[in-house]
């Protein structure tokens, strides 16, 4: 515990040791001893607020970086500082935590705050349904109502994806009830997260209810209505509604072409959905990595051999690197009938690129091919031990042993 300054200091000489000492970021020091000041002055609560100030900028700062490290040190000062149960700040500190997937720390500093306001309750929830805990997001949710705290656009609209990852109607329905109620129906955000909530719950009337009802609609809402129809299963009028945005001028982007060449795609119109990626491409949009995937299935289906490596070609020109090994081994093995060269080219690849679970099906595919080879075995088990997976390389040595297949020189894909 720092020592006490005398009572009597001249608030000058306070100020200046305050100020001391929230330049060096001893923080616990310069609280200690304003709260040594009987009567602080406009000056020296400046100086308090300043630094007070800086911790929420911390805070921001390494929240959009996601440096956990950096984090839990803002995190410290701030407990140290005294200011950790403070609304402003404890807001502040779970949008950090939670931008750093830290959801048991976000959890921790919204128990310790005194006061919780709409964006606290909201960034708490919120949490739970973006990192995959969407029960969990729904039960702050309610519990905020109980609170008497009110929830504003943002919850409902961040709520909502908890609604259609459960598939809970009714809750999507009390919630729509409570928009409609309190006028947030115009909001874009919200109604983009009904009508979103109303297909993933198949209820597509609903959905088209909630659109048609909007005064204004930007391209993200009818990309919604858009999607919505097409994971329903009604194609046809997943296509006149693309075509009815292309009339009436909506402003297209690279989502909307994604939704009807992958619903295409999924409802079998296989060289439909070929023939939008050459509309949009003429058109001047470039295909993403969700667009490939998407229609990669669709070489499968027509046996396009040719345009599989046309798509391949692509995919290396614009660097779609961090999903390489995945993409090309859809293109290579899509495109041509499965063999066990096929499978232990793509098992090699796997250990170059170190993707685990790739591995895992390629063995599995060459161990169904190939039971008795020896190689196959043997390259697994090196994939595994070079990530450090020892269980999992000693598992594979032993289902060798129990198969009764001994290493050979010469027989490995390496």
Not at 38 to 49: A, C, E, F, G, N
Not at 63 to 87: C, M, N, Q, W
Not at 320 to 326: G, N, V
Request: charged share 20%; proline share 4%; aromatic share 8%.
């Amino acid at each position: 515990m720092p020592p006490k300054l005398p009572i009597s200091l001249p608030a000058p000489l306070s100020l200046k040791f305050i100020k001391e000492a929230c330049k060096s970021c001893d923080l616990q020091r310069a609280r200690h001893m304003f709260d040594q000041i009987p009567q602080p002055d406009l000056r020296t609560w400046t100086v308090l607020i300043s630094a007070y100030t800086q911790l929420l900028s911390a805070a921001k700062a390494w929240a959009t970086l996601g440096d956990i490290v950096k984090a839990k040190e803002v995190h410290d000062d701030a407990i140290r500082f005294g200011f950790h149960s403070d609304t402003l700040l404890g807001n502040a500190l779970i949008d950090m935590y939670a931008k750093c997937k830290c959801v048991e720390d976000v959890r921790r500093v919204f128990d310790g705050m005194r006061v919780k306001d709409v964006i606290s309750w909201t960034s708490l929830s919120s949490c739970y349904v973006t990192y995959g805990l969407p029960r969990q997001g729904l039960e702050e949710f309610r519990e905020m109502m109980l609170n008497g705290v009110r929830p504003n656009v943002v919850t409902v609209s961040s709520i909502l994806p908890a609604c259609s990852e459960l598939k809970t109607l009714n809750s999507g329905r009390e919630i729509h009830g409570f928009v409609v109620k309190n006028e947030m129906g115009e909001n874009l955000f919200v109604c983009s997260a009904l009508v979103s909530m109303y297909a993933s719950c198949l209820s597509i009337r609903h959905a088209q209810l909630v659109f048609d009802n909007m005064s204004r609609r930007d391209v993200v809402l009818w990309n919604v209505i858009l999607t919505a129809y097409f994971s329903n299963k009604e194609c046809e009028k997943g296509l006149e509604l693309f075509y009815q945005m292309r009339n009436e001028d909506v402003k297209l982007n690279d989502a909307s072409w994604n939704a009807v060449i992958c619903g295409c795609v999924q409802n079998g119109k296989t060289e439909l959905a070929l023939e939008m990626l050459g509309q949009m491409q003429d058109l001047g949009f470039k295909p993403n990595q969700i667009t490939i995937t998407s229609v990669l299935p669709a070489c499968t289906s027509l046996e396009s051999l040719r345009t599989g490596k046309e798509i391949h070609g692509y995919i290396y020109r614009h660097l779609f690197i961090k999903d390489l090994t995945t993409t090309t081994a859809l293109v290579f093995i899509m495109s041509i009938e499965p063999t066990a060269a096929a499978w232990g080219a793509l098992l090699s690849a796997c250990r170059v690129h170190r993707n685990m679970e790739l591995a895992k099906i390629a063995a599995k595919k060459l161990f169904e091919i190939e039971p008795h080879n020896p190689g196959n075995y043997v390259l697994l088990s090196n994939i595994f031990s070079t990530a450090n997976l020892w269980e999992e390389a000693s598992e594979i040595r032993k289902l060798m042993s129990d198969r009764g297949i001994i290493k050979e020189p010469g027989c490995s894909w390496v």
